[in-house]
């Protein structure tokens, strides 16, 4: 079972899809930043902006990717992570 506020968050969220120009795609948009987002967090041990005793690796700017999918292209943000440190 969901938390409440998981569930109002969601909520909130489907709101804000619901008024955009093409809902689908800018849904695809924020599921595929998130998923990057944790990916990224578990490769270099840590979330954006947090210090942590466990990180294993950084964050080194970005790349732009194109993707392109049945409802349309995407435009994704690919953060580089050059390896751990030594």
Request: aromatic letters at 10%; hydrophobic letters at 35%; a positive charge.
């Amino acid at each position: 079972m969901a938390k409440k506020d998981d569930t109002i968050f969601f909520a909130n969220k489907l709101l804000d899809f619901v008024t955009a120009k093409d809902s689908m795609l800018e849904m695809l948009q924020w599921v595929m930043d998130k998923l990057m987002e944790i990916e990224v967090a578990h490769k270099t041990g840590a979330e954006k902006g947090i210090h942590s005793e466990n990180r294993t690796g950084y964050r080194c700017g970005y790349r732009i990717r194109r993707f392109d999918t049945r409802l349309g292209t995407v435009y994704l943000l690919v953060q580089k992570t050059p390896g751990p440190r030594t």
